[in-house]
């Protein structure tokens, strides 16, 4: 549709009612009536007629100048749309468990940030369950969850990780039973501490001789590497650069290590985001990369 601003715009470059009827598409009677209509609103004239064509009246050069302002501010509004159109941007809301938060997601948003400038990030971290809970909330798109996962919605699995038991000087799993350190476990509301006292259960007939108990898996670790226990810590808490003796943990009846799933969890509706799916992309490729 031709602008009021448009026209004001053309008349002014053409200075002639016929080659500015033809550059706008419209006949010269239709072009009359749309320049007296304008005229109106502005109650001024605009433009003065003679042989020699058309001349902008004091009042009709200010409304010129700012017919080219507004077209000038739409026309670099239209090219930002444009852009906008071509990039990620919109804000990306993460919900992760702390495990993955801590130790693996943050190369994964530096990738991404790095990417898609245009992006913002909102994150939460928590336990596996409060990250399910923000998203039936609305208040993560996307969450990141540990252990096994009932999830109905969009379900992807992003990495396995084993279980070791990690200490200063033990080399052999059977030691736990004669050493007199403490075993030293994180317990949180996932099945990860109940699927350790399982295996225990399973291994062992006995209980330990002396537990501690914490409610960060952090501070599980640094215990045992400053020696004050052992502890069983899955592999994404591990560098391998740690002055400690890892052992993973097996199934004594079928000789399998265990190991900790980690997903990748949201509605089909998250999905279709276009900074969601730039971040499953990425998500994705560190995950193949995941050891």
Sequence with gaps: MVTDFLIIKTLAEEQNMRKAAERLFLSQPALSLRLQTIEKEWNAKLFLRSQKGLTATPEGELVIEFAGHILQQREEVYETIQSLS?????????????????????????????????????????????????????????????????????????????????????????????TEKPFIQFKSDSNYYQEIQQWWQKHFSINPKRQIIVDQIETCKQMALNGIGYAILPSITLTGHEDVNKIPLTNNEEQFELTRDTWLIGYDAAFNLPQVDAFVEIVKKHANNFQ
């Design 86 to 178: 071509s990039k990620v941007h919109g804000t990306l809301k993460i919900a992760c468990a702390s495990i993955v938060g801590q130790n693996w997601l943050p190369k994964v948003l530096k990738d991404f940030v790095q990417t898609y400038p245009e992006a913002k990030i909102s994150l939460l971290t928590g336990w596996s369950s409060e990250i399910v809970k923000s998203i039936y909330d609305g208040e993560a798109q996307i969450g990141i969850v540990r252990g096994q996962s009932d999830w109905k919605g969009n379900k992807i699995h992003l990495f396995r990780d084993t279980l070791y038991l990690v200490d200063k000087e033990m080399t052999s799993i059977d030691e736990v039973l004669t």
